[in-house]
C-alpha cells in the first residue's frame, strides 16, 4: 500500500470513529423529567352555602356515617368526608394532603379527636367536611392517613410515633 491509500484508510477510519460515537451519544434515552402532581382545585364549603337540593338531601343521607362520599352533578363534583357520630364535641376532619396525578384525584385525611386539656360536652356531633370540585372525569378517592404519617421527620425523629402510628 502506497501512503496515499493509507491517509485514506486512516481518514475513513477516523470518521467512522466519530460518526458512531455522535451515534452512540444522541442516541442514548434522555432521562424523562418527574413532574410534580398538579395542584387539585377546590373549595371546601360551610353551612352558608347553598347547595342544590338533591346534594342537600344526598349530604345529609351521609353526613352521619363514617366514610368518603361523592357525588357529580352536571358542573360540580361534591366529596363528603364524614367522621360519623361522635358522643362529644370537639371531632374535627381534618385535609391533610391533595394531590392531582394521571391516574385521579387523591384526598388523604383523619378524623381528628379532640385535645385531652380541650373541655367538651356530652352531645352528639358529626364532624364533616363538604368539598366541591370543578366537574372532572378522574376518579376522586379518598382514605385516612394520619397527619404524622405524611409529614417528613423533624431533627431525624418520626413524628408518627406521637400518634402511635409505625
Same mark, same amino acid.
Given at each position: 500500500?502506497?501512503?496515499?491509500?493509507?491517509?485514506?484508510?486512516?481518514?475513513?477510519?477516523?470518521?467512522?470513529?466519530?460518526?458512531?460515537?455522535?451515534?452512540?451519544?444522541?442516541?442514548?434515552?434522555?432521562?424523562?423529567?418527574?413532574?410534580?402532581?398538579?395542584?387539585?382545585?377546590?373549595?371546601?364549603?360551610?353551612?352558608?352555602?347553598?347547595?342544590?337540593?338533591?346534594?342537600?338531601?344526598?349530604?345529609?343521607?351521609?353526613?352521619?356515617?363514617?366514610?368518603? +362520599?361523592?357525588?357529580?352533578?352536571?358542573?360540580?363534583?361534591? #366529596?363528603?368526608?364524614?367522621?360519623?357520630?361522635?358522643?362529644?364535641?370537639?371531632?374535627? /376532619?381534618?385535609?391533610?394532603?391533595?394531590?392531582?396525578?394521571?391516574?385521579?384525584?387523591?384526598?388523604? +385525611?383523619?378524623? #381528628?379527636?379532640?385535645?385531652?386539656?380541650?373541655? #367538651?360536652?356530652?352531645?352528639?356531633?358529626?364532624?364533616?367536611?363538604?368539598?366541591?370540585?370543578?366537574?372532572?372525569?378522574?376518579?376522586?378517592?379518598?382514605? /385516612?392517613?394520619?397527619?404524622?404519617?405524611?409529614?417528613?421527620? #423533624?431533627?431525624?425523629?418520626?413524628?408518627?410515633?406521637?400518634?402511635?402510628?409505625?
Amino acid at each position: 500500500m502506497n501512503i496515499k491509500s493509507n491517509k485514506i484508510a486512516i481518514a475513513i477510519i477516523l470518521v467512522l470513529i466519530v460518526g458512531i460515537g455522535c451515534f452512540l451519544y444522541f442516541s442514548k434515552p434522555k432521562p424523562i423529567p418527574k413532574v410534580p402532581p398538579k395542584p387539585v382545585k377546590f373549595e371546601i364549603l360551610d353551612s352558608s352555602v347553598k347547595l342544590a337540593p338533591e346534594v342537600e338531601k344526598w349530604m345529609k343521607s351521609n353526613e352521619k356515617k363514617q366514610g368518603f +362520599y361523592t357525588v357529580k352533578t352536571s358542573k360540580e363534583v361534591f #366529596v363528603l368526608l364524614s367522621g360519623g357520630v361522635r358522643n362529644t364535641t370537639g371531632y374535627g /376532619i381534618s385535609l391533610n394532603a391533595e394531590k392531582e396525578t394521571t391516574d385521579g384525584i387523591e384526598l388523604q +385525611y383523619e378524623v #381528628v379527636a379532640p385535645n385531652k386539656n380541650q373541655k #367538651v360536652v356530652s352531645k352528639q356531633t358529626n364532624p364533616h367536611m363538604l368539598l366541591r370540585f370543578e366537574t372532572t372525569t378522574k376518579p376522586i378517592t379518598g382514605k /385516612i392517613v394520619p397527619l404524622a404519617a405524611i409529614q417528613p421527620a #423533624v431533627n431525624g425523629k418520626s413524628n408518627s410515633a406521637d400518634k402511635g402510628v409505625k
